[in-house]
Structure formats: structure tokens, C-alpha cells
């Protein structure tokens, strides 16, 4: 009996999904748990399971479907069962004895046959010979000079269109986008038209953090088995100024304000499959430590696919790394309906005045995209400026000051 394979339920307000990719064929054996595709819903990438070990017998959606949660996709046939025998095909032997039994019809003295008419030779295909003209007897008049006619006026030939490229053979692919891809589109499109964003910069010395990751680096990776990395510093950072300024950390519902005493964290991860931000859930809460093995965790899960659907929802403001790609400054858009977005960029030394001095230094611009409807200008500077000192002094982070 064969076994369905169903798409499964990914999350409360995902209806639809799109098969991006059959990783075994039919006529494959497959263990049990065996990834067999790969799945694309609007929030994430996730590979489907085989149901049990056995064989892919049947694939019933091809990659590039979009289908209904609930589909069946593919059957299997589990381990151990023998498929099922093929229909016996007609035998020649038993046809040839069918025959031979059937009635002779009784044989009749048949006379030979008259002779058909002979049918008249087919008229020759070669070409025939043009006849010889024939000579006239009398002298012939020449015909009556024809009556001048009036040239009709040339009809006006319209203007050549102009020619378009001819596109070449692998000029051009077309790719369906993928669901996370049109999400991802949707959203950004949603949030500039919804939204009234607008974003202030700041930079930030970013000295006393490179000198305590060197100082503390190899007891604090020897201790927790992960590397003290600056996100950390910066989840800290924004915790501490939303404390200090609530409405980045609330939304607009309706005529109605939100406000969160919670802090659950968006931590943007670009993958090959698209950008994803899962969430630290109540982020006030973990230890540099704890954050720094969440961030790792999702970051190798999302380049697998492995990020779950509530992992990717709510959140209540998020953080954009554009720096580890060489981004020097940029504007975030919030990730509705979240009132901000904070953006980090590359660390590059740069002469700075410290005490009336110039000075070489390792600096980050930082920018903060917020919605102007609720957050005014005064305190998304001063939030900026919050996270900026944080930053510079660290050690602020720790005795909460």
C-alpha cells in the first residue's frame, strides 16, 4: 500500500508553499527522516522528510509548484513490501492456438483469375518540348500604340520601426523567484508605503570593544566554546537604550500604541536562499555567552534550512549586520510592524580630534531607520546616542549604568 507524502503545517498564517527542489528521484531507496526535497514558505526554507525508510515511487508535484498545505506530493513504498506484480502481458502461443481453432471455411475450386486491363501508359514526365513557332505567311501589323496613361501617385511607405536586440541564446535566464524571495519583496514594498521612514547616523569608536574581545577572547571561547563576537555587544546596547527610550520597541496598532516590556531581538542572517531574521526571544534576559551561541546556532541552521517557523516570528526590533559584507553606510528598512532598525557597518581606520588631537581610529557608522509616525527625531537621536557611549564604554553594559 503506498504512503503519502503530505506537505506538513509550518506555521499558523502560512497557507501555501512552493517545491523548490527534489533532492531524490523516482526509483530512489530513501532512509527514514531522509530529506527527499526542499521546501519554500514565505518565512523560511526547510527540507521534507521521507515518512519511512523504502522507495520514491511516484512524484506527484514537480520543483517550481506552488501547492496547499496538506498536499500530496509524492508516495512511497515502505521497506519490506514487494511491489506489486505487473499485469501478464498476452501471451503469443495461446493467440496462435485461438486461430488455429477457429472454422476453416470450406475450400472452393477458384478459377484463375481474368486477366486486369491493362492500363495505358502514364504520360511521360520529362519535359516537353516548347513548339517551334510558326512562321507567318503574311506580314503582321503592328500593334496600335497604347493611349498614355497617368503614373498613380506612390503610396508613402511608413518608417521603418526601430529594430530591437535580438537576444541571443543564454542572455537571458528566467528564474521563478522563490516564496521568501516575494515575501521578502512584499514586505519592503509594505513597509515604504506604510511607513514614514526615516533614518539618523552616528559613529561609533569602537576601541574599547576590540581591546576587551582581545583581552578576554581565548578564556571566553575556552569557557563557552564560542567566539565573543561584536553582536553580542551591540544586542546589549540596544537592549540598554530601549530601556532608555520605549517607543522603538512598541507599534502602531490601529489608534492604539503597543508598548513591549519585553525585548525580543531580530538578528538579520543573509543565506543563499535569502535573508531570514530569527528571533532572540527575550534577549534582556541572556548573558553575552547565551547570545553569542543563539546567533551561531541560527546562523548554521539558516544556510541549512533548518529554521522553524515560530522562530522567524514576531519580534520586536531587529539589527542588521551590512559591515561583514564591506557595506560602509546604508538604510535599513524596519521590518514591519516594528518601529526600528538598527544598522552596523564595517570597522575602517579613520583620523579622528580626541582632545584636541588627531588620532587614528577603528570607527563604525551605525544608523537607525525608525517610523516617524511614533518616534520623533529627538529620540531616535538620542537612542543612537545611547547605544554610541554603550558601545564606547562597555563596561557600562555590565554594571548597567
Not at 523516482?26 to 521534507?48: C, N, Q, R
Not at 492456438?97 to 520529362?126: D, G, H, I, L, Q
Amino acid at each position: 500500500m503506498p504512503i503519502d507524502l503530505k506537505i506538513p503545517v509550518v506555521g499558523e498564517s502560512i497557507t501555501e508553499v512552493q517545491i523548490s527542489e527534489w533532492l531524490k528521484a523516482e526509483g530512489d531507496l530513501v532512509k527514514a527522516d531522509e530529506p527527499v526535497a526542499v521546501i519554500d514558505s514565505e518565512k523560511t526554507t526547510f527540507d521534507l522528510p521521507a515518512p519511512s525508510a523504502g522507495r520514491l515511487t511516484k512524484i506527484l508535484h514537480q520543483a517550481g509548484e506552488t501547492i496547499n498545505i496538506g498536499t500530496v506530493v509524492a508516495q512511497f513504498e515502505a521497506a519490506g513490501e514487494a511491489a506489486p506484480a505487473p499485469a501478464p502481458a498476452a501471451e503469443a502461443k495461446p493467440a496462435a492456438k485461438a486461430v488455429a481453432a477457429s472454422p476453416e471455411k470450406p475450400k472452393t475450386k477458384k478459377s484463375a483469375p481474368a486477366e486486369a486491363p491493362k492500363e495505358k501508359p502514364a504520360a511521360p514526365t520529362a519535359p516537353v518540348a516548347e513548339p517551334e513557332p510558326v512562321t507567318a505567311t503574311a506580314p503582321v501589323e503592328p500593334p496600335p500604340a497604347p493611349a498614355p496613361t497617368v503614373a498613380a501617385p506612390k503610396p508613402r511607405t511608413p518608417a521603418p520601426a526601430p529594430k530591437l536586440k535580438a537576444i541571443a541564446e543564454g542572455e537571458e535566464e528566467i528564474v521563478p523567484m522563490t516564496m521568501l524571495r516575494r515575501t521578502v519583496a512584499r514586505r519592503l514594498v509594505e513597509a515604504q508605503a506604510t511607513m514614514a521612514m526615516l533614518t539618523t547616523f552616528n559613529e561609533v569608536d569602537m576601541s574599547a570593544v576590540q581591546a576587551l574581545r582581545k583581552e578576554q577572547k581565548e578564556a571566553f571561547e575556552k569557557k563557552y566554546q564560542v567566539r565573543l563576537g561584536l553582536m553580542s555587544f551591540f544586542v546589549k546596547a540596544t537592549i540598554d537604550a530601549l530601556k532608555q527610550f520605549p517607543k522603538l520597541n512598541a507599534e502602531i496598532r490601529g489608534n492604539d500604541i503597543v508598548y513591549r516590556n519585553f525585548y525580543d531581538i531580530g538578528v538579520a542572517i543573509a543565506t543563499e536562499r535569502g535573508l531570514v531574521v530569527p528571533i532572540l526571544r527575550d534577549a534582556g534576559r541572556l548573558s553575552f555567552a547565551e547570545v553569542e551561541q543563539a546567533i551561531g546556532d541560527f546562523a548554521r541552521r539558516a544556510n541549512d534550512g533548518k529554521l522553524l517557523p515560530p522562530e522567524l516570528a514576531g519580534g520586536t526590533f531587529t539589527i542588521t549586520n551590512g559591515g561583514s559584507f564591506g557595506s560602509l553606510l546604508s538604510t535599513p528598512i524596519i521590518n514591519p510592524p516594528q518601529t526600528g532598525i538598527l544598522g552596523m557597518h564595517s570597522i575602517q581606520e579613520r583620523p579622528i580630534a580626541v582632545a584636541g588631537q588627531v588620532v587614528i581610529r577603528p570607527m563604525m557608522y551605525v544608523a537607525l531607520t525608525y517610523d516617524h509616525r511614533l518616534v520623533d527625531g529627538r529620540e531616535a537621536v538620542l537612542f543612537l546616542r545611547r547605544v554610541k557611549e554603550a558601545i564606547e564604554n562597555p563596561v557600562r553594559m555590565l554594571i548597567e549604568i
